[in-house]
């Protein structure tokens, strides 16, 4: 069987990653900060199963389910929590939770 | 193969470089199911292909399902677009995007100095991963129930509209 180059695949999860990190920094709606998290998630998943195949593993598939697990509990609770803030503050835009601040 | 790899590769990172620049949300939304998908071939044609399947009927069939039903509980509205527009201004977006740029550059040095090493092509079924699940991370599945316990009731706990509730005063005070 062919071989695909490992770097090249590790190079496309940095790429995402970065282009998650840049959005959770750069957008004020906290709806597309939760989208750029979960392009994260899928980045680092991206690696974990790439290394997992380079050993010839499964550990690498284990990893990626528990961070879909971690992923689906973390949408739950952080949408449920937007909903909560779009109510009160009738805003997704995050500069809205500046109680502390005043 | 590679050619595969090559075209889902570039898929995946204009589909996810679309996700961060759109302003309306179901766009954004649409184009992270086509990065997932892209990201799915990768994962199938790196020999993984019950977490491809995984993927695809976890991440974009009930994650992002999740999230089209709170874009339509949140009712945004028509000009939440042009609001959008006016959030994403350059000066917000330049620094952050140079400075992951600059990390993207040392990331790149580091995996092309760390040459030779590649994926083979062994297809490792649902059974051996299933076997290191339930075998050696035995615990950490035990886990992963209770977390995904705790979302579901945190979730429920969390999204529940509060009932407000007010003094007997009030109440008459507010009624006459």
């Known amino acids: 069987m062919s071989e695909l180059p490992l770097e090249a695949g590790l190079l496309l999860a940095a790429l995402l990653f970065l282009t998650g990190l840049v959005g959770v920094i750069t957008r004020r709606n906290i709806l597309f900060m939760l989208m750029s998290i979960e392009i994260m998630f899928n980045a680092a998943g991206l690696a974990f199963v790439l290394a997992g195949a380079h050993n010839g593993q499964a550990d690498g598939q284990v990893m990626l389910i528990f961070i879909l697990a971690m992923a689906a509990a973390e949408v739950a609770v952080g949408l449920a929590l937007i909903i909560q803030m779009h109510r009160k503050y009738n805003s997704v835009d995050t500069d809205v939770l500046s109680e502390l601040r005043d | 193969m590679n050619i595969i790899f090559y075209i889902a590769a570039i898929v995946a990172f204009v589909a996810t470089v679309m996700v961060v620049t759109r302003k309306n949300a179901v766009h954004a939304l649409l184009y992270l199911i086509v990065s997932l998908l892209a990201v799915s071939v990768i994962f199938f044609i790196s020999g993984a292909p019950f977490v491809a ?50 990390l993207l550059c040392e990331l790149v040095y580091v995996f092309i100095n760390y040459d030779g090493a590649s994926v083979e092509l062994r297809v490792i079924g649902p059974q051996e991963v299933s076997q290191s699940l339930f075998g050696g991370y035995m615990l950490a599945v035990e886990l992963t129930g209770m977390l995904l316990m705790a979302g579901v009731v945190g979730a429920y706990h969390i999204g529940k509209e509060k009932k407000r509730e007010y003094h007997r005063y009030l109440q008459t005070n507010e009624n006459s």
């Open chain 2, 53 to 102: 399947a995984l993927e695809v009927i976890v991440y974009a069939g009930a994650i992002l399902v999740l999230f089209v039903f709170a874009i339509m509980m949140l009712n945004l509205g028509a000009n939440s677009g042009k609001e959008e527009a006016k959030l994403l201004k350059p000066n917000a977006w330049v620094i952050p995007a140079i400075l992951s740029l600059i």
